[in-house]
């Protein structure tokens, strides 16, 4: 079985629109784009290397996919292109037909999270889903994250496409590993760990008492 490996870029108030360069995805009058390129050093790029050492295929949404597919062809004698040309790249899109030209590419439409479904059940690598932030939050809603590995820089935009948004599920994560960038990138990631638990900071004789006092009804 695959599992579903997630890494997105986001801000400290969960924006992962753009994180790349002003024209990657400028919905909306989005004027931050490539609010990350300033903050890399060289454990983000050791920890990205890492990602893509072990097998893997690539899970993306149509634009992330449309990004990647009009550079990472061109690029010569760069190794992690020469990786992406040679794996298979499964594109999540509504539409229908889409320039699938970049080799070893699929579409996966219609209802999606069925096909998702079908996709980790096969054999094969894992897959690792980058960007694409409406894939993720399909994956979220259907609880189809295996691992989360969020990237969270030291800066706020105010405005922009989130992380957790529409479809995001209420749920437990147990962090796993969490490193610290010499420019303030938090690198955590994250496994799925059930329903949420919970509690009271509040003892037990006085939430009884002011329910009492808030109910009009004792409850001794």
Not at 109 to 124: F, P
Not at 163 to 191: E, M, N, R
């Amino acid at each position: 079985m695959r599992k579903i490996i997630v890494s997105t870029f986001i801000s400290m108030d969960g924006v992962l629109q753009s994180p790349g360069g002003p024209f990657e995805d400028p919905d909306n009058h989005f004027k931050w784009g490539g609010w990350s390129v300033e903050y890399w050093d060289d454990l983000m790029n050791k920890t990205m290397q890492q990602s893509t050492s072990q097998p893997f295929d690539l899970l993306l949404g149509r634009t992330t996919y449309e990004i990647f597919a009009a550079h990472w062809p061109y690029q010569k004698d760069d190794p992690t292109s020469e990786k992406f040309n040679k794996i298979q790249k499964f594109v999540v899109s509504s539409r229908q037909t889409i320039d699938l030209s970049w080799q070893n590419s699929t579409l996966l439409t219609g209802d999606v999270a069925a096909e998702l479904k079908k996709l980790k059940q096969q054999q094969g690598p894992d897959l690792l889903v980058n960007g694409s932030g409406k894939l993720v939050q399909t994956l979220l809603e259907n609880k189809l994250v295996d691992l989360l590995h969020t990237w969270v820089f030291p800066i706020t935009l105010g405005a922009g496409k989130k992380l957790f948004d529409s479809g995001t599920q209420p749920s437990q994560w147990k962090l796993t590993d969490a490193k610290l960038a010499s420019t303030g990138v938090i690198i955590a990631s994250y496994i799925p760990d059930g329903d949420i638990r919970l509690g009271s900071f509040v003892p037990d004789q006085i939430s009884e008492k002011e329910t009492e006092r808030r109910s009009g009804f004792s409850v001794e």
